[in-house]
């Protein structure tokens, strides 16, 4: 059995659709639910748990083994975003962990791990798919060779708490090199002429650039330490365009943020 969250819209003006995983196990003959309590009467001998976005409890807990690949290096970022939590922080490396499920968030003792690196101009959605990648392998390994015995998460934790639209706006009083990351994390935003935009794709650049934090020299901004490149750009409403593009159209625009 395959449990996914309900149904949900997904884009402007369409109807209820199911979650990917959903739709992948409909396709392969796979029953579906959308309670996890359901799960508990299968007579399964272990659940997998991956990005569900949801803490389970009692009674399921005690009635079924459950494991679950976590997108971290626990015990930090604990939590719903640690993928991009670790990109906003800087962190040079990251992994995947499978680990018990208990009732405590993300605090399960750990079967197995794997480490990476993450790139230095990675995104969010880039270091996400390949850590799923590197999760299945590693629970694909485990489940072959056997669990064995889990050890316990060792330090202190930190939590990864989803991004708010506030944390994701662009002050450019900061210096470029956090703003980049702010950018690799996804759905970066900032506004020109009074609406909103939206930075994809950016890279920081060394050296001031002129007048003060926003200010624009065609695709490089004014920071408060550094510049930052614009790369990929959506304006509100329109789809995402090359920055050089969007200046083209956006003359008028000298300072971003206003």
């Known amino acids: 059995m395959v449990v996914s969250r309900p149904d949900k819209r997904r884009g402007r003006g369409g109807g209820p659709a199911p979650s990917p995983v959903k739709a992948a196990a409909v396709e392969l003959g796979l029953p579906v639910s959308e309670e996890p309590a359901d799960a508990a009467g299968v007579g399964a001998e272990l659940a997998v748990v991956v990005a569900y976005g949801r803490i389970l409890r009692p009674p399921l807990l005690g009635a079924l083994p459950l494991v679950n690949l976590h997108f971290s290096l ?3 970022w604990r939590g719903a975003a640690p993928v991009e939590r670790a990109i906003l922080a800087g ?4 992994g995947v962990c499978l680990m018990g ?3 405590e968030l993300d605090a399960g003792p750990v079967y197995r791990r794997v480490v990476t690196p993450i790139g230095p101009d990675e995104t969010a959605g880039e270091l996400r798919r390949r850590l799923a990648t590197l999760g299945r392998d590693l629970l694909l390994a485990g489940l072959a060779a056997g669990l064995g015995e889990p050890e316990p998460q060792q330090g202190e934790p930190t939590y990864a708490a989803k991004l708010t639209p506030a944390e994701l706006h662009l002050d450019w009083g900061r210096p470029a ?27 920081a650049v060394d050296g001031p650039g002129p007048g003060a934090p926003g200010t624009l020299d065609g695709p490089l901004v ?37």
């Open 74 to 76: 626990l015990p930090r």
């Open 91 to 94: 962190d040079e490396r990251t």
């Open 101 to 103: 499920v208990v009732a």
């Open 177 to 203: 090199a956090e703003l980049a990351r702010v950018v690799r994390a996804g759905r970066a935003w900032t506004t020109a002429g009074g609406k909103r935009l939206l930075v994809l794709g950016a890279r």
């Open 222 to 258: 004014t920071t408060g330490g550094g510049r930052l490149r614009l790369a990929l750009v959506q304006p509100e409403g329109r789809a995402p365009v090359e920055a050089g593009a969007w200046l083209r159209g956006a003359r008028q625009v000298r300072v971003l943020g206003s």
